[in-house]
């Protein structure tokens, strides 16, 4: 997958978001996101979308007054060393060919 900006190779790693909900910012860390290195463009696909819309309307965020913080791969299930993984095999079919 290419930077639709600067058509840079993109990276796959985690970040850490930020949204507003009525006012109040709130982050979630650890969301599976592309990166591009070198105009700093972010990535993120529809599913992850979704499941970052679905923690935004969870009952607990909207009832805070105060900033809240989720991890987003605890809340998924995601399994970091996953990422690790397929940067991994990147590498490697990168060096093969
Ligand atoms: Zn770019």
Do not use: W
Not at 14 to 30: A, F, K, M
Not at 43 to 51: F, Q, R
């Amino acid at each position: 997958m290419k930077c639709v900006f600067c058509n840079h190779d993109l990276e796959k790693g985690v970040q850490t978001i930020e949204r507003r909900v009525r006012g109040q910012l709130h982050y979630i860390s650890n969301v599976p996101v592309d990166l591009c290195n070198k105009c700093g463009e972010v990535y993120i696909d529809d599913s992850t979308v979704t499941a970052i819309n679905k923690i935004l309307k969870s009952p607990e965020l909207s009832q805070s007054e105060n900033s809240l913080q989720f991890d987003f791969a605890i809340l998924n299930g995601i399994q970091l060393s996953k990422f690790e993984t397929s940067a991994t095999t990147n590498l490697n079919q990168f060096v093969s060919s």
